[in-house]
């Protein structure tokens, strides 16, 4: 095959037009994002609901017009699955930050703890139990319960959050707490909500089994508990949540994945 490049005709190659690079292309809203070489995705998996991750989609207005570089506003976040679970804040004061080089060389943002946050619109339809969530965080300090996410009200309520002495939780209608504290901690939390056999996993270890409630999760705020109380402090570089139980298999590709990509050691 044959294009026109710079008023001469060139062959596409692996390496480009007529040995001219191949320039990395932005994401296209809607179109899942493909890892070179066949890389594991959380994409590759069914059900995947909503991915977000700090390296893509990262805006500083909540209408996705200008990308937000290092020390930038985030105002709009773009789920990186066919969604559209967008995550977005209009109001400049409540923007949280995108940090350059923060886990493992890569970027992620900022929450204040005290009024940063974003959300999604309401999901096509509410997540009910069993799903699967993970989330890569580090917690800035340990003074108070704060949210990684939450969702949308209290009826929808799907959270994990920090208690006040650094053990990290998850809720569905009530909480089921790990009980070990991670402190600031760099972590890969990996959450199944359902109901009594729900469990909460930490760096790829177990830590906790048993029933945080049966809520349905209806959308997501993201940095702070579902009433804007609860904000986060610290960082939040990954979030990805999947619409049915994923097996032991599979959450061990998404360990593996987020691990390598955060140089998270696992347990």
Not at 26 to 36: H, Y
Not at 57 to 72: P, Y
Not at 149 to 162: R, S, V, W
Not at 213 to 223: D, Q
Request: hydrophobic residues 45%.
């Amino acid at each position: 095959m044959t294009v026109k490049h710079a008023g001469t005709l060139g062959t596409i190659t692996g390496r480009g037009v007529s040995g001219i690079p191949v320039l990395p292309i932005a994401p296209v809203q809607g179109v899942p994002v493909v890892a070179p070489g066949g890389a594991f995705l959380p994409s590759d998996l069914l059900n995947l609901q909503l991915w977000l991750r700090s390296d893509l989609g990262v805006f500083q207005e909540s209408t996705f017009v200008t990308a937000s570089g290092d020390g930038d506003v985030v105002g709009g976040w773009q789920d990186q699955s066919t969604n559209d679970n967008h995550v977005t804040q209009a109001t400049t004061a409540n923007k949280p930050l995108l940090q350059s080089n923060q886990i493992n060389g890569l970027p992620a943002l900022d929450f204040d703890s005290t009024d940063d946050w974003l959300a999604s619109a309401a999901f096509a339809a509410a997540l009910t139990q069993p799903f699967t969530a993970f989330a890569v965080f580090k917690r800035g300090g340990v003074s108070g319960s704060d949210a990684v996410f939450a969702g949308l009200e209290a009826a929808t309520n799907i959270a994990i959050f920090g208690a006040a002495t650094g053990e990290p939780t998850i809720w569905a209608g009530g909480p089921l707490a790990s009980p070990t504290s991670i402190s600031t901690n760099l972590a890969m939390a990996s959450m199944v909500y359902n109901g009594a056999s729900s469990t909460l996993r930490i760096d790829g270890a177990e830590v906790v089994t048993g029933d945080p409630g049966a809520n349905a999760m209806g959308g997501i705020t993201v940095g702070t508990w579902f009433d804007q109380t609860s904000p986060w402090d610290g960082l939040i570089a990954e979030i990805a949540i999947f619409d049915r139980l994923l097996d032991a298999a599979e959450i061990g590709q998404m360990e593996t994945y987020l691990s390598a990509r955060y140089g998270i050691a696992l347990s």
